[in-house]
């Protein structure tokens, strides 16, 4: 019986998962940038850009991998594609206070969100990081992808230049 429950939550997890990359527009969730200003996430997505979310935090190494590689072709995909990246820390209200240096020591040209009471998290149903969404110019959540392994950055350059019409 055990199992079976194991087996219905992991679908159903699966199947939440998939509903929110379906076209969906983004939550209206009320985040703080790092210099503490209020901002809805929602708003990112009105700028007609193609905007990549990043959830992660300073204890995930495969989430620093990530970024430290994503920061490497960063500049060209703003350039060929028009994208930005939100790095959304769901680094808890003690442990945000090293989410500045880190960024400041990594070079990270990112807008930097926090979710320290993880609504943005829950709200788009991550369950585990690094996870990432692209999110079109239209405000429409078209894809999302968990975990990282080198070389997913290409990966996610090629659903950019598709949206872009590249």
């Given at each position: ?85 939100i790095a959304v820390t769901i680094d808890d209200s003690r442990a945000v206070r090293k989410v500045r240096p880190m ?64």
């Amino acid at each position: 019986m055990k199992v079976i429950q194991l087996l219905a939550t992991a679908a159903f997890l699966l199947f939440a998962t998939a509903v929110v990359a379906q076209n969906k527009t983004l939550p209206s969730v009320k985040v703080k940038t790092l210099d503490g200003a209020t901002v809805n996430v929602q708003d990112y997505a009105k700028n007609g850009k193609i905007t990549v979310i990043s959830f992660w935090a300073t204890w995930c190494s495969p989430c620093k991998r990530e970024l430290d590689a994503i920061a490497d072709v960063y500049e060209d995909w703003q350039d060929d594609y028009n994208v930005e990246l939100i790095a959304v820390t769901i680094d808890d209200s003690r442990a945000v206070r090293k989410v500045r240096p880190m960024v400041e020591s990594k070079g990270w040209e990112y807008e930097i969100i926090t979710d320290t009471k993880e609504e943005l998290k829950r709200a788009m149903n991550v369950q585990s990081i690094p996870h990432t969404f692209v999110v079109d110019q239209n405000g429409n959540i078209v894809y999302n992808h968990t975990g990282y392994s080198p070389g997913d950055e290409y990966d996610l350059e090629d659903k950019l230049k598709k949206l872009a019409g590249k």
